[in-house]
């Protein structure tokens, strides 16, 4: 089982970027695909979870309104679309999987949720 996350990069503040996390190994179907970050000297943070049953989203409040996160399970990937992105976005985002369980939408925020990570994509917003 891996995932996969990449589409990191430099951007300037109120730009967008694109990630994308992509399983191998199992397929989506009854998931909590979760995306953390990151950023130098901080813990790591829960941003966004989908549920890959039903398409069922969360945000952490720091992106709500500017981050979207949604799913393909026919390409077993699930993509976190970041706009206005801002300087204290710069962090390492990382993808994870957890198994869905009833009332998940209350654990997600907690890495011990989780399977499996993935490696990060680093994020990097200037101003």
């Known amino acids: 089982v891996q995932l996969q996350a990449s589409g990191g990069g430099p951007v300037q503040t109120g730009g967008s970027l694109r990630l994308s996390c992509t399983a191998s190994?199992?397929?989506?179907?009854?998931?909590?695909i979760g995306w953390f970050r990151q950023a130098p000297g901080k813990q790591r943070e829960g941003v966004s979870c989908i549920s890959t049953r039903d398409g069922s989203t969360d945000y952490s409040a720091s992106v709500k309104g500017r981050f979207t996160i949604s799913v393909d399970n026919a390409k077993n990937t699930v993509y976190l679309q970041m706009n206005n992105l801002q300087p204290e976005d710069t962090a390492v985002y990382y993808c994870?999987?957890?198994?869905?369980?009833?009332?998940?939408?209350?654990?997600?925020?907690?890495?011990?949720?989780?399977?499996?990570w993935g490696e990060g994509t680093l994020v990097t917003v200037s101003s």
């Open positions: 190994g199992f397929g989506f179907g009854y998931d909590a």
């Open positions: 994870a999987s957890g198994g869905l369980v009833s009332g998940w939408i209350d654990y997600w925020r907690s890495e011990s949720f989780y399977d499996y």
